[in-house]
């Protein structure tokens, strides 16, 4: 079964650090480019970063830019975000997706999300 | 950044009626390979989103045959052809011509 499991999400007070995994499963992991989507309690879908398959290239929202570093280990299968300085407005389910292989066919796979909270 | 808006943002919808969900962009999204970068997504309560429709028109395995993606250029239509009461939720537009992707709004549909 093709899976993606996310994990690594808490409390965090702001300005404090996490790092979210995503286990991948049942796929060939390094074929494929990833992606992390968050969403906010109550709100709609945010893209937050791209990673290709071999880390060629690597993409970020404009506003995540510094505070958020994505990376994968294709012999893990797993894919990462960190993320740094942690603020209020980060509070949200982060989901990671499966992405394209050899041509564009939408964010196929999705994770069940991990949530991360950003309060004193 | 490209700008999805959707509309409308709330669709009360009757099972077994049509039903449709508009999305535009402030910029075309044909790449010029001609393929164009529109996808649509389903997220259930509770649930994590699901791809329905890549490419404005493929639907995504195991998607109902109800449910159809139309459009070019900066206007792009979802049509589901009769309403199922699963079929609640809040459906998204994500343009994926360049980064930053981004989303629509979302529409939430639920039953009347």
């Known amino acids: 079964e093709v899976q993606l499991v996310e994990s690594g999400g808490g409390l965090v007070k702001p300005g404090g650090s996490l790092r979210l995994s995503c286990a991948a499963s049942?796929?060939?992991?390094?074929?494929?480019?990833m992606n992390w989507v968050r969403q906010a309690p109550g709100k709609g879908l945010e893209w937050v970063s791209y990673?290709?398959?071999?880390?060629?290239?690597?993409f970020y929202a404009d506003s995540l830019k510094g505070r958020f570093t994505v990376s994968r280990d294709n012999a893990q299968n797993s894919l990462y975000l960190q993320i740094n300085s942690l603020r209020a407005e980060d509070t949200a389910v982060y989901y990671c997706a499966r992405g394209a292989r050899d041509s564009y066919n939408g964010l196929d796979v999705w994770g069940q999300g991990t949530t991360v909270s950003v309060s004193s | 950044d490209i700008v999805m808006t959707q509309s409308p943002l709330s669709l009360p919808v009757t099972p077994g009626e049509p039903a449709s969900i508009s999305c535009r962009s402030n910029q075309s999204l044909l790449h010029s390979n001609g393929n164009t970068y529109l996808d649509w997504y389903q997220q259930k309560p509770g649930q994590s989103p699901q791809l329905l429709i890549s490419?404005?028109?493929h639907r995504a395995s195991g998607v109902p045959d109800r449910f159809s993606g139309s459009g070019s250029g900066t206007d792009f239509t979802l049509k589901i052809s009769r309403v199922e009461a699963e079929d609640v939720g809040v459906f998204y537009c994500m343009q994926a011509l360049q980064t930053p992707r981004t989303f629509g709004q979302g529409t939430k549909v639920d039953i009347k």
């Open positions: 490419l404005v028109s």
């Open positions: 049942g796929f060939t992991f390094s074929d494929y480019s």
């Open positions: 990673i290709s398959s071999r880390s060629s290239f690597i």
